[in-house]
């Protein structure tokens, strides 16, 4: 695909990022998003504003969503002017997002009809990666569509890896979330209860960092719960949404996981708290002053 025009919907601090470094790689950008500060960034460094995903996906080659729930996708695909009324045949969507793997197979093959390609391709590292093109994207889809998109994803991440068949990327990212996620809540009420029965947190730290338990998360949790230092950059309430769709998405397998349903509860807990614009390892608070 040779220059293509790119339509960019949804401009948080990834996807604002991410749209900075495709202006700075010469690419031509189209965006939509509701914040119109955020537009107009985008807008002063040369792209265009798109009113709607209809009139967005009319002028794209190939659309890109940064979105943070798959009822916003939907709605953005599916709603009155909206993508699917004015994609065109050949173009590709790609969703980087982390969202439902089953309303990724829909709206591939809801795309697919009018021979349009679609690439799930959700994110790993920070907003200051995106900035860089040095993203972890972890794609999925037909192999066409991703060799055709490839070389514009490879001026994103640092990092592309080729999951196989629509719906393993968004599958794969909710499971690195749970294991994440779990990691978090975990050590964060370790930390409460050491604190609770008079365990210094530094040395439970200490120990714990010498052994197998040792990880990046459990870093993160020590920032928070013994330096109070919240620097992980990713939101209980983000967390309590992706452990929502590993659920679903588990059930929609015919199975259950009893573990993320406890690592759910607590998200939910926390965030039905007044939480929920916290990052994850200040759900040590939430552990801290947990009662019977």
Excluded: W
Excluded at 90 to 97: K, P, Q
Excluded at 266 to 271: D, E, F, R
């Amino acid at each position: 695909m040779s220059d293509p025009v790119i339509g960019f919907i949804g401009l948080g601090l990834m996807g604002g990022n991410m749209v900075e470094n495709l202006q700075n790689k010469g690419f031509q950008v189209v965006v939509m998003d509701l914040n119109q500060d955020a537009v107009s960034a985008c807008v002063e460094r040369g792209a265009k504003q798109a009113s709607n995903g209809k009139e967005l996906a009319q002028a794209a080659d190939i659309i890109m969503l940064c979105l943070t729930t798959s009822e916003i996708v939907e709605k953005v695909v599916y709603g009155e002017n909206g993508i699917l009324e004015g994609v065109k045949e050949g173009s590709v969507l790609i969703d980087f997002g982390t969202s439902i793997p089953a309303s990724t197979k829909k709206i591939g093959a809801d795309l697919a009809s009018k021979g349009v390609g679609m690439i799930d391709a959700p994110l790993g590292r920070t907003p200051a990666h995106a900035k860089e093109g040095k993203l972890n994207i972890m794609a999925a889809g037909e192999p066409d569509t991703f060799e055709k998109v490839k070389p514009i994803l490879e001026q994103q991440g640092e990092n592309i890896f080729y999951l196989g068949e629509l719906g393993a990327g968004h599958t794969t990212k909710l499971i690195n979330n749970f294991m994440g996620m779990t990691t978090v809540c975990a050590m964060s009420q370790a930390f409460a209860v050491a604190d609770k029965a008079g365990v210094d947190r530094q040395q439970l730290f200490d120990i714990m960092s010498t052994g197998p338990s040792s990880s990046p998360f459990m870093q993160f949790c020590k920032n928070y719960a013994v330096d109070n230092v919240s620097d992980l950059g990713f939101t209980i309430a983000n967390a309590n949404k992706d452990l929502r769709y590993f659920l679903q998405m588990v059930d929609d397998l015919g199975t259950r996981s009893p573990i993320a349903e406890g690592s759910s509860a607590n998200l939910s807990a926390a965030y039905e708290a007044g939480m929920g614009d916290g990052n994850v390892p200040e759900i040590f608070d939430y552990f801290k002053k947990l009662q019977k």
